[in-house]
């Protein structure tokens, strides 16, 4: 058994503190958000559903969408200075592995400190790697949400299911109004 976990992002251990979240908008009406999909199958699908369900039910505008290269590499440099410029808020997903889920909280907590709002999707059968990864990061407690494992067999029906599941939450997460009501 592990005793602890080396940090698949290469990256250094925050030091000095929790990352502070960015501050929240009230809500998402007009906003621009941002997709931060992984490689994992399914992954691009899930967060496009998402993006359905925050312009249909919570006016946001527009759309950016961004793919990293692999499930375990940070974000890279110039893709994170792309959506801290270009979005209000992120949707960083999907983790549906051990690998997958602790990079999606080093790349939320990564946007969260560049000033931008930030919700990490992360299936349930990988918290312990998530919490992990917060941890190493400096950030124990992290709030990232859950979706039922695994997200890579569904088909389309089966995405926008857990994409509607997980909107209360998302919108809770990236919102202050949304924090209220949640």
Do not use: W
């Not at 939320?108 to 990988?126: K, N, Q, R, T």
């Not at 088909?155 to 924090?179: S, Y």
């Amino acid at each position: 058994m592990f005793e602890a976990l080396i940090d698949p992002t290469a990256g250094a251990t925050l030091s000095g503190g929790a990352t502070a979240l960015a501050p929240r908008p009230a809500d998402l009406h007009g906003r621009t958000v941002g997709l931060l999909a992984n490689t994992k199958r399914n992954a691009e699908q899930f967060l496009d559903a998402v993006a359905d369900l925050l312009a249909a039910e919570h006016g946001a505008k527009d759309v950016v969408r961004r793919r990293k290269l692999s499930i375990t590499d940070p974000v890279p440099a110039d893709t994170l200075a792309e959506l801290v410029a270009a979005c209000d808020v992120v949707v960083v997903g999907v983790g549906d592995c051990g690998s997958c889920s602790a990079s999606a909280v080093a790349d939320g907590l990564a946007l969260e400190a560049a000033g931008v709002p930030a919700v990490v999707i992360c299936s349930d059968a990988f918290t312990v790697s998530a919490d992990a990864m917060a941890r190493l990061q400096g950030s124990p407690g992290y709030d990232y949400i859950t979706t039922a494992h695994p997200v890579a067999p569904l088909d389309a029906d089966g995405i926008r299911e857990r994409a509607r599941l997980a909107l209360p939450e998302i919108v809770g997460t990236l919102t202050t109004d949304g924090a209220a009501a949640a």
